[in-house]
């Protein structure tokens, strides 16, 4: 159904909460970082760099890599740290 966004279910760290987001497979996943943080975190520093991790086997992925590159799909378990 939708073939060009994978619904995610995103933990950050720093807040201590988690949610179910849809992010685009077209995206680096840096970009999806930097949207996530100025989302979430409007009053903290954008030079923040978060790092985005695969709770289930632990990948750590490079903010170069488009999402549909990775193993990210629907259901995968992120954190943000």
Request: aromatic share 8%.
């Amino acid at each position: 159904m939708f073939e060009n966004k994978v619904l995610v279910n995103l933990y950050i760290l720093s807040l201590g909460t988690n949610f179910e987001i849809y992010i685009p497979v077209n995206e680096k996943v840096g970009n999806i970082s930097k949207l996530i943080n100025s989302t979430m975190f409007d009053s903290i520093d954008m030079e923040k760099n978060f790092t985005i991790l695969n709770v289930e086997d632990g990948t750590c992925y490079k903010k170069n890599d488009l999402v549909r590159n990775t193993n990210i799909k629907n259901g995968t378990k992120l954190l943000l740290v």
